[in-house]
């Protein structure tokens, strides 16, 4: 018998301890080679908590979406509404502020649904664009959001604990590729 396909969904106030958890280990598996032990530790305490997930799922400016499967959450995807940097032109823009999906389910399409369904959460909020920040050292997550039609207009600087790093800011208009 095969097992139930995943389902995305958006997050509810109980799944703000697991959707911590989440958050913490997939942004360290994804950085934590390229940071200091004590960095990545102020940056997951200041940014992953359940009380901060918590809050941000309270958010009315922020949507996060969850990537379930056999109750395990296994990716999320949040966005954000409401801060534009300046070399962005648009009249109603959302954020990707963060994508992540657990590494023993990459390559299986999970981040390729959770940015489907958060673009179609995006257009239906009525945004004409759509931005996010990617870690220049971050070629897999690059190519990634290249795919899905994103390109280059700015940096910004992203800290990373103590270590302010670059981030690419990348762009492209809600609907069709």
């Known amino acids: 018998m095969e097992s139930a396909l995943p389902i995305i969904r958006r997050t509810e106030a109980s799944d703000a301890l697991r959707l911590a958890e989440l958050a913490e280990l997939t942004f360290r598996s994804t950085f934590e080679a390229a940071n200091t032990h004590d960095d990545m530790t102020l940056h997951c305490a200041t940014h992953y908590g359940e009380a ?18 056999q109750g395990q959450l296994i990716g999320f995807a949040q966005l954000r509404w409401g801060r534009t940097p300046d070399c962005i032109k648009a009249e109603r823009l959302a954020e990707i502020q963060r994508l992540y999906v657990r590494p023993t389910w990459h390559g299986m399409g999970v981040a390729h649904d ?12 009525g945004a004409d664009q759509v931005w996010l920040g990617v870690w220049e050292h971050n070629p897999r997550a690059l190519a990634f959001y290249t795919k899905w039609g994103f390109s280059a207009v700015g940096d910004h600087t992203f800290a990373v604990g103590t270590d302010p790093q670059r981030d690419i800011i990348m762009t492209r208009r809600v609907g069709p590729r």
């Open 114 to 125: 959770l940015m489907a369904q958060s673009m179609a959460l995006a257009q239906a909020a």
């Open 52 to 69: 901060i997930q918590s809050q941000e799922i309270a958010d009315p400016n922020m949507a996060t979406l969850v990537c379930e499967h």
